[in-house]
T-cell receptor, first 116, second 114 residues
Framework: GAGVSQSPRYKVAKRGQDVALRCDPISGHVSLFWYQQALGQGPEFLTYFQNEAQLDKSGLPSDRFFAERPEGSVSTLKIQRTQQEDSAVYLC??????????????FGSGTRLTVV | AQSVSQHNHHVILSEAASLELGCNYSYGGTVNLFWYVQYPGQHLQLLLKYFSGDPLVKGIKGFEAEFIKSKFSFNLRKPSVQWSDTAEYFCAVSPTGTASKLTFGTGTRLQVTL
């Protein structure tokens, strides 16, 4: 597609529920990033894929967070046993280049997760 | 680890006023620097970026930024703001030669009044 597509746009989860957030990057983009943006804060890095390989997951806040990109295109961020502190906007970004920012990122509109 | 500080959290300006938003970063090596903008209800968009060369970078919509290495700063400027510039502005940094994850500042909300 023309941009990075994320779904759902909004998700309300009860505490303890598992959620799955989807990211459809721009076709052909090798690099894919997930960020978490809490209210009033800047985005914070969660994890990075180059094709299907997860090269950096240092930003994942706990082992309840898991991301995958099995075929090197669509990615899913899964949060198990959600807690209130997981409430945030989850942003996905993709980039044409590998490990280079010469092309910059294209960000999706994000998924706003609210845990009640 | 790198960090980014944006000291202005909320800025209110009248149309045609000049804008300068501060950004300072902390990192021991060479960096790439970015300004992103998020208009209400929209996704993050790249305004401008600095990789190397001329420290004065021009971006879209009349914005520019100057990299001052000695001050670890990358301030965003615009000579004359418009109402349509109302948005949230994020400064971001990435170490060069890495897998390119960005570290963002907390953002500055700019409100331009008519």
């Amino acid at each position: 597609g023309a941009g990075v597509s994320q779904s759902p746009r909004y998700k309300v989860a009860k505490r303890g529920q598992d959620v799955a957030l989807r990211c459809d990057p721009i076709s052909g983009h090798v690099s894919l990033f997930w960020y978490q943006q809490a209210l009033g804060q800047g985005p914070e890095f969660l994890t990075y894929f180059q094709n299907e390989a997860q090269l950096d997951k240092s930003g994942l806040p706990s082992d309840r967070f898991f991301a995958e990109r099995p075929e090197g295109s669509v990615s899913t961020l899964k949060i198990q046993r959600t807690q209130q502190e997981d409430s945030a906007v989850y942003l996905c970004a993709s980039s044409l280049a590998q490990g280079s920012l010469n092309y910059g990122y294209t960000f999706g509109s994000g998924t706003r997760l609210t845990v009640v | 680890a790198q960090s980014v500080s944006q000291h202005n959290h909320h800025v209110i300006l009248s149309e045609a006023a000049s804008l300068e938003l501060g950004c300072n970063y902390s990192y021991g090596g060479t960096v790439n620097l970015f300004w992103y903008v998020q208009y209400p209800g929209q996704h993050l968009q790249l305004l401008l970026k600095y990789f190397s060369g001329d420290p004065l970078v021009k971006g879209i919509k009349g914005f520019e930024a100057e990299f001052i290495k000695s001050k670890f700063s990358f301030n965003l400027r615009k000579p004359s703001v418009q109402w349509s510039d109302t948005a949230e502005y994020f400064c971001a940094v990435s170490p060069t030669g890495t897998a390119s994850k960005l570290t963002f500042g907390t953002g500055t909300r700019l409100q331009v009044t008519l």
